[in-house]
């Protein structure tokens, strides 16, 4: 199996399409919601692309097909992964799903941007939370606003 083990991806890509297409078809739409493309439309079309794509590449590695190993200047292969950063990212991309009910997005969101900002080795105290929260807060008038897709204010529901 150590020369297959491109298949990895392929579970794990059949996984996500099979979650993507079951959550997209049990999903209950409201019949006046219900039009030439609903609400089901883009999760069954991305759901069935993901398992066409873990059939083509299982075909593609059980035939002998390998992926070209990283050939970019900036890495060093011989080098370990750096789990600091993934655990600190990780972390921080947990924490804000957890606080984004109570906190709202736009506190949230600023903790996930300064958050990763420091996890990827920025060290500008005092420039990297101004940026997160100025990010945040646009991204929130975007989506809320400008799209109409509604997000968690938190406490800031009022003001903004």
Do not use: K
Not at 69 to 98: H, N
Not at 122 to 139: G, K, M, N, Q, Y
């Amino acid at each position: 199996m150590r020369n297959h083990s491109e298949l990895g991806v392929c579970v794990l890509l059949l996984a996500l399409g099979v979650l993507v297409l079951t959550d997209a078809l049990t999903m209950d739409v409201d019949i006046a919601q219900r039009g030439p493309v609903g609400p089901r439309t883009v999760p069954v079309v991305v759901g069935a692309g993901l398992l066409l794509i873990a059939a083509l590449l299982a075909v593609d590695v059980l035939r002998g097909g390998r992926g070209q190993a990283e050939a970019g200047e900036d890495v060093d292969l011989s080098e370990p992964a750096d789990w600091r950063t993934v655990l600190l990212l990780t972390g921080v991309f947990l924490g804000s799903a957890v606080l984004i009910e109570p906190l709202g997005f736009p506190a949230a969101g600023a903790l996930l941007f300064w958050g990763a900002a420091f996890a990827l080795g920025s060290r500008r105290h005092d420039r990297d939370p101004l940026v997160a929260a100025v990010l945040s807060l646009v991204t929130y008038a975007v989506f809320n606003n400008l799209l109409g897709v509604p997000l968690p204010g938190g406490p800031l529901m009022g003001v903004l």
